[in-house]
């Protein structure tokens, strides 16, 4: 059965008074908070300011970057260098 979507629906439903439909909602008491289900599941860690150290090594003389993947990698891993540079051999293949 085709139905036109476009049409008006008017149904005995729609008809409805305001106060007929706020009754048939169940009264919650006001809590203040807006998410009260899920009040303790969200803590605020103790570490929100704290400066984290990396030491940053540079590349050693066994090791290489990869030219495709940026990766620094063990020469073991080494499949040909180009004239851009070295290529890993995931990315040669």
Known sequence: MATDYDATR???DDTES???IKERI???PST???DVDN???FTIPDVV???LEVVVVPVQDNE???INCFLVKPQAQLASKTRSGPVCIECAS
């Open 10 to 12: 008017k149904t005995d």
């Open 18 to 20: 305001l106060d007929a």
């Open 26 to 28: 169940p009264s919650q």
């Open 32 to 34: 203040g908070d807006d």
């Open 39 to 41: 009040v303790d599941s």
């Open 49 to 51: 300011n704290e400066e």
């Open 64 to 66: 290489f970057t990869c």
